[in-house]
C-alpha cells in the first residue's frame, strides 16, 4: 500500500550537483525510517542514507561530506542531495521507506529507482 516515486535523476559532470526527490503516498512519514540506496551494473545494492522520523541521519563513509539526506513530513517527500559527485557514483537511485511494526518485524517498501550518470 506504501508508495514510493523517485525523481530528479539524470547526467550530471562530475563535481556537480543533483537533488533526488522521493514522494511517499500510504504513509506518513513520521513514522517510518527512510533511506536512499543505490545499484551500479554489476554490484550489489548498498546503503546511501538513512533518515530516523526524529530527524537523525547516517550516511555510508562514500558519501558523507557530499550528500545530505532530509525529509519534508508536511510534503511526505525525502529528499538527496548529492554534491562534488563522482563518476562512482553513478547507480541506479532507490527510495526506501522501512515501516516499524512490533520488534523486530518491519516491511521494506521501494521505489521504481532513477537513474544517475556522472560523467565527463
Known amino acids: 500500500q506504501v508508495q514510493l516515486v523517485e525523481s530528479g535523476g539524470g547526467l550530471v559532470q562530475p563535481g556537480g550537483s543533483l537533488r533526488l526527490s522521493c514522494a511517499v503516498s500510504?504513509?506518513?512519514?513520521?513514522?517510518?525510517?527512510m533511506g536512499w540506496y543505490r545499484q551500479a551494473p554489476g554490484k550489489q545494492r548498498e546503503l546511501v542514507a538513512t533518515?530516523?522520523?526524529?530527524?537523525?541521519?547516517r550516511y555510508a563513509d562514500s558519501v558523507k561530506g557530499r550528500f545530505i539526506i532530509s525529509r519534508d513530513n508536511a510534503k511526505n517527500t525525502v529528499y538527496l542531495q548529492m554534491n562534488s559527485l563522482k563518476p562512482e557514483d553513478t547507480a541506479v537511485y532507490y527510495c526506501?521507506?522501512?515501516?516499524?511494526?512490533?520488534?523486530?518485524?518491519?516491511?521494506?517498501?521501494w521505489g521504481q529507482g532513477t537513474q544517475v550518470t556522472v560523467s565527463s
Open positions: 533518515s530516523t522520523p526524529g530527524g537523525n541521519t
Open positions: 526506501n521507506s522501512r515501516l516499524l511494526g512490533t520488534f523486530p518485524f518491519f516491511e521494506d517498501y
Open positions: 500510504g504513509s506518513g512519514l513520521g513514522a517510518e525510517i
